[in-house]
């Protein structure tokens, strides 16, 4: 899978909007971006996953860009439990036997 | 009910001893993971398992060995514990191929289990 690269730390007031970067200039047609999040003490989860068109779901928006060798996870209104490592991926679709492989991810901290 | 559910949570053994971690998953995927956590956050893949065959095993010792008596099992048998060995093991869960459109297309993780060696 190709590299992500993504800020090592972000911080955040509450209640306000967050974009999280990340930068993947040698995805290949084929690669997804993924995102998940790791909360303290907790396994990640999945948050959302993206191909070519901006993304919705209950938890965020994905948008990516025109090139695709960047994209940005937006939090619409960070709270408090959003405090986590956010992870961008990239994995090839049906990869089969590829697993998903974390980078350092961008730790997220939310400021009440 | 709890996906992916990892047991024990907390493991506190001497160096040497053996051990084991237990995960089962309840969403019917069809393929099983063993990552490891160390004290600097990384997380890396050890095994994978598809339907009980083995199809990842990354540069893991020996004296790790994962079993999977059926697809929604998948334990990790440690033998001679090192200090080294001290670290969180995140179990996951997900469909061997990742469709697109399909619901059931991410990785589900467990909680974890902390392993402390002393």
């Known amino acids: 899978d190709a590299k992500t690269t993504q800020p090592n730390s972000m911080e955040s007031n509450e209640e306000e909007p967050v974009h999280l970067p990340c930068n993947h200039s040698?995805?290949?047609?084929?690669?997804?971006i993924h995102w998940y999040r790791q909360l303290p003490s907790q396994g990640p989860e999945y948050v959302i996953h993206?191909?070519?068109s901006n993304v919705n779901n209950r938890m965020a928006s994905l948008a990516i860009a025109e090139d695709r060798k960047s994209s940005t996870l937006i939090l619409h209104r960070a709270t408090l439990r959003d405090a986590a490592v956010y992870y961008c991926?990239?994995?090839?679709?049906?990869?089969?036997?590829?697993?998903?492989?974390f980078g350092k991810g961008t730790r997220l901290s939310v400021i009440a | 009910d709890t996906a992916v559910s990892q047991t024990p949570k907390y493991l506190v053994t001497q160096m040497g001893n053996d051990k084991s971690i237990k995960c089962e998953q309840n969403?019917?995927?069809?393929?099983m993971y063993w990552y490891k956590q160390d004290s600097k956050k990384f997380l890396k893949i050890m095994f994978s398992?598809?339907?009980?065959?083995?199809?990842i095993n990354e540069t893991v010792p020996n004296r790790f060995s994962p079993k999977s008596p059926d697809k929604a099992h998948l334990n990790l048998h440690i033998n001679s514990l090192e200090l080294g060995d001290s670290a969180v093991y995140f179990c996951?869960?997900?469909?061997?191929?990742?469709?697109?459109?399909?619901?059931?297309?991410?990785?589900?993780f467990g909680s974890g289990t902390r392993l402390t060696v002393v």
């Open positions: 969403l019917g995927h069809d393929t």
């Open positions: 991926i990239l994995r090839v679709g049906f990869s089969g036997n590829t697993p998903l492989v």
């Open positions: 996951a869960s997900s469909q061997r191929y990742f469709r697109t459109g399909a619901d059931n297309y991410g990785y589900t």
């Open positions: 040698t995805i290949s047609g084929t690669d997804y």
């Open positions: 398992y598809n339907n009980k065959e083995l199809i």
């Open positions: 993206g191909l070519t």
